[in-house]
């Protein structure tokens, strides 16, 4: 399918101009919020600049203002819904999980017994944590059919106790809509009234971004609906608790009160007391000062909405028109050999968008390749982020409904978990079945553009081709032979993730246990969270230039390049000298608060006090959640001669081999340069190869501009000695090597895996797509994406902790295995 005929219409009364008015990176993740429009910025920040709205706890005038507003924009808020205010009250809360929160901790205090709850297995994780506070048990419906049956015999009078039953009106995982009749059914097998009360909670979150929500039918209403914004507007980010007045007094009860809860409060008695405020539902559940800038902002952000999309009827028939597209072309996706590309969850045998009752505009799948084989993740969206595709993967914060649509029991995630699954991580498929779902949400602001973007990146990188249609092998198969490589280039790293100090040719470079002498011995820490930063999230850092001055002792940082300003061109200067003390911390980080995390392992590391180091790096980083960076070193011993020690940490290939410092998996990182070259090939040619088909419109020059070796940030690259005889990727078949005429051995661990920090340009400090987008189709191999390989010294250690030297020049000798952890493993 095409673009759309311009000449129609996404639906009547939507404009056209959503193709045009936005700024293009493809936001497909709107079911995690919308995008909002800078009008809306605009418009709250001139009502700012306008007006002075003080505390609404205050009687002065500029409080009575916001108080005023807050109560129109209250009643505005209710008539978005169709909510008479004779009928429900709105309590303004942070999102929507604090207002589900609200309700859970009012049933806790309504009753001595407790309360029983039972919720859709569907339900989004904050729906499901309410269950640990339902002393008189809780109940998972895994069905649809589980709902009706429990309606129609358990939901009765019979059961004595307060009860509540929770689901979400639409999916947040896959856009299924659920019946909104049994609220009602509910209500009408159950009268109101003790001892025998069942109450039904609404999580409208998912289904009010794209969808009306009409409450004007009070006998069908949710007794709570709970929603969150920003899900609609954007921003700002502020959330609701709708409740039907004639369910709040179950809400009386709520033990806890902040400010502007009471009418009086007696402290200091024997008998504590005080008067809960009884004028409105919203008076006595908004605990302290409410964000009103924020419900001010709502006020603009209705009326903008109005203004670019009509109504919310509007949005739900253009979204169902895009997602309709959507699933059409995905569902049409075929590999050479006919097989499917996409495997979708959620959908009924029936399902193709149409109907608004049974399917919202989200999309949940995985991904096959020509074998069957299901692609990661993990994978699918590190590269869509290099292509300026935003998607979201996982679990989506729906346990039930991902494990029932993956076939997943609670034996299988508790087994997975010990094995070290968790939330967010990149274990993405176990026991040869996928462990998250990949999302595409629709919203207001999508557009043909999006869809043909999106569909394009699945073409180039996920539609398989026929096995003679490939430029480039995978991996060559060479017969052992006499090694011609030398040493190119040898590079120390002295800080993570900063710039590479290339060992000049001519001096030789102590080897130690953990690697080349200073190699990732410092790292830059973000002070709140203890993590290391890195060049995934800073770019910037490749233009942090460290250089070791060996013979005066000093390492030197340079930040910026020649396009810098003077300003941030500036240099630093650190004593290599253990002894020299006059800028570190005398006692070592040991807290949690401050000890650092390196790939999951935690650290002990010494932090530099000086203000002169720590704004060194922030001013040029632009870091804003600090006072100042710390950098950091690693521990050492207290010897006269440094040696390195690091806090246990070995490498992930083997455990057993020999520590390493701040480096990601091992003690040394190696590529070819003919690998490199190949590589390039394939990047200016557009190659397609194992996962790919024809490259799509969503590249970009970068895609045809080669990539320097130093973008791998490689300890050494090596090369043939005759130029015209490169073997690329030979370096795939080595088990081990030795180096220099002094035939220093080291040990091959395996293939790096690579990800989307080999697309920050370590001149500029700046990203492209490039190399990684070619990466993903030429070198993908068990399910990785793979450059380079990790090695370690394997020689004993000798005086001082040195194992021996290496240099630029240096004659390599591999040597040559059955390359069996590289075997073909497409997906």
């Not at 006020?299 to 509007?314: I, K, P, Q, V, Y």
């Not at 569909?455 to 398989?464: I, N, P, R």
């Not at 190399?771 to 090695?791: E, M």
Request: net charge neutral; with cysteine; glycine share 8%.
């Amino acid at each position: 399918m095409g673009a759309r005929d311009m000449s129609m219409p996404y639906c009547l009364g939507y404009s056209d101009e959503i193709d045009v008015i936005r700024e293009y990176t493809t936001y497909l993740d709107h079911a995690g919020t919308t995008l909002y429009a800078k009008s809306l910025i605009d418009s709250f920040s001139r009502d700012l600049t306008c007006h002075l709205y003080g505390n609404p706890h205050s009687m002065s005038v500029s409080s009575q203002l916001s108080t005023q507003r807050i109560d129109d924009i209250r009643l505005r808020a209710l008539r978005f819904f169709n909510a008479s205010p004779d009928e429900f009250d709105l309590v303004f809360v942070a999102n929507a999980t604090a207002a589900i929160k609200l309700v859970a901790d009012a049933f806790r205090d309504s009753t001595g017994p407790g309360f029983w709850y039972g919720y859709h297995v569907d339900a989004h994780t904050s729906l499901v944590g309410v269950r640990e506070l339902a002393e008189r048990g809780s109940r998972c419906f895994t069905s649809d059919e589980e709902v009706e049956s429990w309606i129609d015999g358990d939901a009765g009078p019979a059961q004595k106790g307060v009860r509540l039953f929770a689901y979400p009106a639409q999916s947040n995982m896959h856009g299924r809509r659920y019946p909104r009749r049994w609220c009602e059914s509910i209500r009408t097998r159950n009268r109101e009234g003790p001892p025998s009360s069942v109450y039904t909670l609404l999580d409208a979150a998912s289904l009010v971004s794209t969808s009306p929500l009409d409450l004007s039918d009070v006998a069908a209403a949710p007794d709570f609906t709970v929603l969150s914004f920003y899900k609609i507007f954007g921003f700002p980010d502020l959330g609701a608790l709708i409740v039907r007045k004639g369910a709040a007094r179950v809400l009386e009860h709520r033990r806890f009160f902040g400010g502007g809860t009471v009418d009086m409060v007696l402290t200091g008695e024997a008998q504590p007391w005080h008067a809960k405020k009884e004028s409105s539902i919203h008076e006595r559940l908004e605990d302290g000062t409410l964000p009103f800038h924020s419900i001010i902002a709502l006020d603009c952000a209705f009326e903008t909405h109005r203004r670019l999309f009509g109504s919310m009827e509007n949005v739900a028939a253009h979204t169902r028109f895009l997602a309709k597209q959507l699933y059409t072309r995905m569902a049409m996706l075929r590999h050479y050999n006919d097989e499917r590309v996409c495997h979708f969850y959620g959908l009924g045998p029936s399902s193709d968008y149409c109907d608004s009752l049974t399917q919202g505009p989200i999309l949940a799948f995985n991904l096959r390749n020509s074998h069957g084989m299901w692609v990661g993740k993990s994978e699918v969206e590190k590269l869509a982020s290099i292509k300026k595709i935003q998607i979201r993967s996982g679990t989506l914060c729906n346990p039930g409904g991902t494990a029932l649509s993956l076939g997943w029991t609670g034996a299988d995630m508790l087994r997975h978990y010990s094995a070290g699954l968790r939330c967010g991580d990149e274990h993405d498929i176990m026991d040869e079945q996928p462990t998250g779902i990949l999302r595409v949400s629709l919203g207001a602001m999508s557009s043909m553009r999006d869809i043909n973007a999106f569909m394009a990146f699945l073409e180039e990188f996920y539609v398989d081709k026929p096995p003679e249609d490939l430029l480039v092998p995978l991996v060559a198969s060479f017969p052992p032979q006499q090694p011609s490589f030398y040493v190119e280039s040898l590079s120390v790293f002295p800080i993570k993730s900063c710039g590479a100090f290339k060992v000049p040719d001519g001096q030789r470079w102590e080897v130690r246990r953990e690697g080349l002498a200073w190699d990732r011995e410092w790292c830059l820490v973000h002070q709140g969270t203890g993590m290391t930063l890195n060049q995934k999230r800073y770019p910037r850092m490749a233009l942090i230039q460290p250089t070791l001055d060996l013979t005066r002792e000093v390492l030197r940082i340079t930040r910026g390049d020649a396009a810098s300003s003077p300003e941030e061109r500036k240099s630093l200067e650190i004593s290599l000298r253990r002894e020299n003390t006059s800028s570190l911390t005398t006692s070592l980080c040991q807290n949690t608060s401050k000890a650092s995390t390196v790939c999951g392992d935690k650290v002990v590391l010494q932090a530099y006090t000086s203000p002169v180091v720590s704004t060194f790096f922030t001013h040029f980083l632009g870091v804003p959640w600090a006072e100042r960076s710390q950098l950091l070193p690693p521990t050492r011993k207290p010897t006269a001669c440094p040696v390195l020690s690091q806090a246990n940490r070995r490498p992930p290939h083997a455990r057993k081999a020999t520590r390493i410092l701040l480096s990601n998996e091992s003690p040394l990182l190696l590529i070819s340069r003919s690998s490199v070259n190949r590589l390039n090939e394939a990047i200016k040619s557009g190659a397609p190869n194992t996962n790919a088909g024809i490259p799509g419109p969503g590249s970009n020059s970068s895609s045809k501009k080669a990539v320097a070796a130093d973008v791998f940030r490689a300890n050494l690259v090596v090369a043939e000695t005759i130029p015209t005889a490169e073997r690329p990727y030979v370096e795939d078949t080595w088990q081990s090597l030795r180096i220099g005429s002094e035939q220093m051995p080291f040990a091959v661990l395996g293939s790096c895996e690579r990800c989307q920090m080999v697309c920050v340009d370590q001149l500029t400090g700046q990203r492209w797509d490039e190399p990684f987008a070619t990466l993903a189709k030429t070198r993908k191999i068990n399910r990785k994406i793979l450059f380079g390989r990790h090695i370690s010294p394997a020689a004993e250690v000798g005086e001082g902790g040195c194992l021996g030297t290496v240099m630029v020049g240096d004659v390599v000798t591999p040597s040559f295995g059955d390359h069996d952890d590289n075997d073909r493993n497409e997906e």
